[in-house]
């Protein structure tokens, strides 16, 4: 079991940037799969960037492709994700998720393919 807790969301104007960080703790953050979902207002949940348990393969949803980086540091425990030029439509609770599966570039997971969540984090984006 890993625990999760995720942080770095706010409140920011279109084209702006925002860091989100999700720091694990409990059982072996490498072993794990890791994505970062978005419930926007009034829609569900969704997976808009994954990485692989090495790190070496991220993918992303087409809406976020060329401004949304993930990363994760193994050695801290940490996931990441960049968010640049920020939209409106960006605005959501992110939550960062860790899976058992193995993801690919046309397949990021839905919410049931996450066993771990953390507790989620407000991002809100002006225009």
């Known amino acids: 079991q890993v625990q ?7 409140s920011v104007q279109a084209g702006g940037s925002l860091r989100l960080s999700c720091s694990a703790s409990g059982d072996t953050f490498r072993y794990y799969a890791m ?25 992303y949803v087409d809406s976020v492709k060329g401004r949304f980086t993930i990363s994760r540091d193994n050695a801290k425990n940490t996931l990441y ?6 939209k409106p439509e960006d605005t959501g609770v992110y939550y960062c ?31």
């Open 4 to 10: 999760l807790a995720d942080s770095g969301g706010g």
């Open 35 to 59: 994505g970062w979902l978005r419930q926007a207002p009034g829609k569900e949940r969704e997976a808009v960037a994954a990485i692989s348990r090495s790190g070496y393969n991220a993918y």
């Open 81 to 86: 994700l960049q968010m640049n030029n920020l």
């Open 97 to 127: 998720a860790a899976s058992n599966r193995d993801f690919g570039p046309r397949n990021l997971g839905s919410s049931r393919d996450y066993t771990y969540w953390g507790q989620g984090t407000r991002v809100t984006v002006s225009s």
